[in-house]
Every structure is written in C-alpha cells, then in structure tokens.
C-alpha cells in the first residue's frame, strides 16, 4: 500500500480507478489506513467523501468534505463536492447557500458558478443560471462545461438558435468534448431536427470510451430514435 504523505496524488487515482471497478470495500480501507497516517490531509477527507459517495451514503460524504473545509476553508474540489452532494440530496436551498459561501472564499472558482447555475436550472430559474455560466465564463473562458449548461439552459427557455449558435462551433474546435458533442444532440432533438440528432449520437457512440458515455449515447439514440441510424 502506498505511503499517503510521499504520494498523495497516486493514492487519489488509485482511489478513483478502485471506485470505477466497483471496489468500494478496498477503496474505503485505504483512505481509512492513509487518513490514521495524515489525519491533517483536507485531500484525503475529501477521497473518503468520494468513497461514501460511492456507496450512496452521502451524509457520511457530506461530512467528510466538511472535515476537509475545516482545514482547508478554500479547497476548491470540497467546496465544489459539498454543493454537488447538497444537490443531489434535493437538499436546495443549502445547496445555493453553499455555493454562494464557497464563492465567498473562492470567487474565481468557474466550476462553483457552474453548479450554482445548474441549481438554478434545476428550479426553473433560468436566467439566473444564465447568469451564473456568464460568471464562470468571465473567470475561465474555455470551461467548457460552462458553455454546455448555458446551452441546455437556453433550450429551456426555448432560445434553440443561440444555443445552436454557441455550441456548433465549440464543437468544430473541440471535436472530441463528449459534452459539447452530446449538448449538439440535445439542441437537436428540441429542434426537432431527429435525424441530424440521431448522426451526432451515433456519432458519440462511436468515441465513446466508458459505460457512462456509451449510456449517454445510447440515451440520446433512443430519443431520437425514429430516424434510421447512419454509417458512424
């Protein structure tokens, strides 16, 4: 087992490949065993906040990044776990107060603003999640997940043209974002446009590269599914 104090980013990815075959029991020893070495480490409270995530025990999760914030009030994944944790627990008006303490302490953190925004999303508050993209946007202007969530927050709003009009040329530039190539699909579908839609999931199928992206295009392929597939 590594040492946690000499390789701190090696155990972390080691936590992550652990967690992406299944093996929460393993994953949960080892931060356990590194956490008794570097009980101070903000890094490896927020691995074990992973791990319970994992296993669907999110307040066990929420503490951990908790334990990480004590050391460390500005680390900025913590600040950014707790929200998404808060958020998935449909726990939202602590989640938005998170989010807006963590920007607080962290203004230029883009992925904050991101999370905030999809909260916003979330509640059909769509122009203040369009705010909130403009913030990330301002801070990093390549983040691109910030320009995915502004799109689907223009398709809620039924602006299909902007959002067509903002991500078809990051697409150009980026061919091989997931993201930004699934978002093109969705544009799409709202459009109407199925057969177009059906070309880019196809398309995402075939660079896809793990089951949450094959599941992502298969989604996508069944909503637009009453067009014949084309040759990839």
Same mark, same amino acid.
């Given at each position: ?28 020893? *080892? ?18 906040? +992973? ?57 230029? *953190? ?66 091989? *974002?997931?993201?930004?190539?699934? *978002? ?38 069944? +909503? ?9």
């Amino acid at each position: 087992m590594l040492a946690p104090s000499a390789h701190l980013p090696t155990l972390c990815f080691r936590i992550h490949i652990l967690l992406r075959l299944w093996r929460t029991d393993q994953a949960l020893y *080892e931060v356990r065993h590194a956490l008794g070495k570097s009980p101070g480490d903000p890094d490896l409270h927020l691995a074990m906040a +992973w791990v319970y995530h994992a296993r669907a025990e999110y307040e066990r999760a929420l503490d951990c990044c908790g334990e990480a914030l004590k050391i460390s009030p500005w680390h900025g994944q913590a600040l950014r776990w707790r929200v998404r944790l808060l958020h998935q627990m449909r726990r939202y008006p602590e989640a938005k107060t998170a989010a807006r303490d963590g920007l607080k302490v962290a203004p230029r *953190e883009p992925s904050l603003h991101v999370i905030l925004g999809r909260l916003y999303d979330d509640r059909l508050e769509f122009e203040k999640a369009l705010d909130s993209f403009a913030d990330a946007l301002k801070v990093s202007p390549g983040h691109i997940d910030a320009y995915a969530a502004k799109s689907a927050s223009l398709r809620a709003l039924r602006r299909y043209g902007e959002a067509r009009h903002l991500i078809e040329p990051l697409v150009k530039k980026n061919p091989h *974002e997931f993201g930004l190539r699934a *978002e093109l699909g969705w544009i799409c579908h709202d459009e109407r446009v199925l057969q177009e839609g059906r070309n880019v999931f196809t398309r995402l199928l075939a660079m896809s590269q793990t089951p949450e992206e094959q599941a992502m295009a298969y989604h996508g392929l069944g +909503w637009t599914g009453r067009c014949q597939p084309v040759e990839a």
